[in-house]
């Protein structure tokens, strides 16, 4: 004897596996506003401009005219940093911090023996921050996930990103001190002070058009590659003590060397007197010639 099911049954049953086969898809989807995703991608060019830009607004606030004229020896040690081919690294702090020593009048010297003072700097941060917002649906590929898990049904492709605005920002930072004392007794002498700075570049597309460029390491803001004319903040960058640290400049010894030899006024004036008794001279001597042409012979 064969014992059958019901229609209504069979279709109860499958009615209820496609409820819930909704409601997971449902909260799949659900889910997939919730998630993030990240990437891994080495360091480019934005990156190190960043880093850079930093560490040149920073150096440009310390100001080490107290030390001009003095003999100088910049103590390093703590300013070493893992050496790496892509991203800035101690080397570049270190350079410009001599560079700006050397703009304010102050003799570098390569042993501490040698030194009247010693200047001793200090790394606090030289990093990268960065984040990225996306206003609408992210790309991502659960629901692919979730029907390979389950099996027996179609493959969903990956859903691509759906958004109406995205925004990307990247932030370097950097962080410096120096003091002095001398090398004598350890005296101290000066100290700087914290400079602390940051750069940033910002990345927006609106609707898939962009991006719009903007940030300190740019040059105003640019669409698509071309620079939009705006009003530019006041900040470091835009002070004389940046422009000096990063315009080229010819120092007093240079321009020194450079320069026409210039007699002084006293030395031309015995010049002139010299030459003006050479003509007294010259002349006195004519006239005593002339006399003695014209004077008669006597027989």
């Given amino acids: 004897m064969t014992i059958g099911f019901p229609r209504e ?15 997971l898809l449902l909260v799949c989807v659900f889910l997939t506003g919730l998630l ?20 040149d607004a920073t150096v440009a606030k310390i100001d080490f005219e107290p030390l001009g004229g003095k003999k100088v020896y910049l103590d390093s040690t703590y300013l070493k940093t893992v050496k790496t081919t892509q991203i800035i690294d101690s080397d570049y702090v270190i350079s410009s911090l001599r560079q700006k020593m050397v703009a304010a009048g102050v003799f570098l010297v390569d042993n501490r023996a040698d030194a009247e003072l010693i ?20 790309a991502t590929n659960v629901l692919s996930s979730a029907t390979t898990v389950l099996g027996g049904g179609a493959l969903i492709p990956a859903i691509p990103e759906i958004s109406l605005a995205r ?8 962080k410096l001190a120096v003091f002095a004392y001398k090398r004598e007794n350890f005296e101290p002498y000066w100290q700087s002070g914290l400079a602390r700075s940051s750069s940033d570049a910002r990345d927006t597309w609106f609707l898939g058009v962009g991006p719009w460029q903007r940030g300190t390491i740019y040059d105003g803001t640019s669409f698509a590659g071309k620079r939009m004319s705006l009003v530019p903040k006041t900040s470091v960058r835009q002070t004389d003590r940046f422009e000096d640290y990063r315009s080229p400049q010819l120092f007093t010894a240079a321009i020194k060397e450079h320069e026409p030899v210039v007699e002084s006024m006293s030395d031309l004036e015995e010049d002139v007197q010299k030459i003006d008794g050479a003509e007294v001279q010259l002349a006195s001597g004519e006239e005593a010639t002339s006399e003695a042409d014209t004077e008669p012979v006597k027989q």
């Fill in 9 to 23: 049954s069979r279709l109860g049953a499958w009615s209820r596996d496609m409820r819930d086969l909704t409601k």
């Fill in 36 to 55: 993030g995703c990240g990437t891994t991608k080495s360091y480019t060019a934005t990156e190190q401009l960043l880093m850079s830009d930093a560490v």
């Fill in 119 to 138: 200047a001793e700097a200090r790394m606090g941060a030289l990093g990268l921050d960065g984040h990225n917002v996306t206003y609408g649906l992210p």
């Fill in 167 to 174: 925004h990307e920002a990247k932030t370097g930072a950097a």
